[in-house]
């Protein structure tokens, strides 16, 4: 029971087969983490670049992975690295220049692998705990409130990252096991607090990479339908609306077929209905059109054709105009006495 195991031998049930690689912070921006870079020592930017390497990374069976994640179970380091990383966080606490800070990966105390217990909240978890002896590979179950879990060593963890997550554990948990007699929950806060560490962390959130989704500054707290609306509210919208109206009316009513009159009228034409037509064309596009009033505007348009038709019926008449002639004619035979035949 007194060996110290790996992070992957221990599960929620007896199967030790299926691990995973669990990111043991996800993100860069929240403040207990940005105010651990800049009390240990990272340059601004190098979290970000190196999240996903190995001192950032836990092996762990597939059926817990997630809980570390949530940060409802943690692997503690021991007080004796917990105190190391205090000392490199004073030292670094009265440092106005970044480049006079200590690098905590860098303190001969902070040696690798890391001595770890692991901390479960019992609020959330009631269920054996089982794990796997490093040597003899026997199966061993711990009950609820898990008294029995042995201690275990990370080969390639970062002590300073473990202790981030040990103090937001602690920070979000009530009821966990015994409590520990070093409070770093509060002697983290005191000296992330001081004002070096916070003029030191307004770098690192400079460095801080944008995400992809997020709008520009320039339109932030605007909503991509806001936006839309804006350009729809710049005048460009409305004629291109009416000409969709006024296009179709073409197609629709074939009674729109006299606007061919509109070359005359480019002609100058002096047909009295030229100065008709106008105001029935803006009518279109500016105002869709009621059924009454393209009525009008057909009957209005009509008038040339029945003004064609009346200039023909003279020319059917003509014959016509023979038939006194010969009228006369047969006249004047008669009176001369003679007959026609």
Known sequence: MNALHLEDQVSFDFSFDDTKVQLLHSNGD???LVSHQ???????????????????QLNLQRNLASFFGSYSMAFRPSDTVLKAILSVYQHNSV???????LRLDETPALRLPVDCSLEVD??????????????????ARHLYPYATLPRFSLPSMDPGLLGVAAYIFDRDTEDHRDPCPLDIE????????????????????????????????????????????????????RPIKRSRIAV????????QRPRRVDPKRATGSNSPHA????????????KPPSPLKRKR???????PVQQASTTKRPRKDLPAATIPTRTVYERAVKGRGRRLT
């Open 297 to 303: 505007a057909a009957s209005v348009q009509d008038c």
């Open 275 to 286: 100065s008709t037509t106008p105001d029935v064309a803006p009518s279109l596009v500016i």
């Open 122 to 139: 019992h609020s959330e978890h009631t269920t054996p705990i089982f794990t796997k002896h490093p040597r003899t590979g026997k199966i």
């Open 248 to 255: 179709p009316s073409r197609h629709i009513t074939p009674r």
């Open 30 to 32: 929240t403040t207990p």
């Open 186 to 237: 509060q002697r983290f806060r005191d000296l992330w607090d001081t004002h070096e560490i916070i003029e030191h962390c307004a770098v690192f959130y400079k460095q801080l990479p944008t995400p992809p989704s997020s709008p520009p500054d320039s339109f932030r707290g605007e909503s991509p339908v806001s936006h839309k609306r804006k350009h729809a509210d710049d005048g460009q919208a």
């Open 95 to 101: 440092c106005s220049v970044l480049n006079d800070r």
């Open 38 to 56: 800049a009390a240990s020592g990272l340059e601004p930017g190098e979290f970000t670049k190196r999240k996903k390497d190995a001192w950032n």
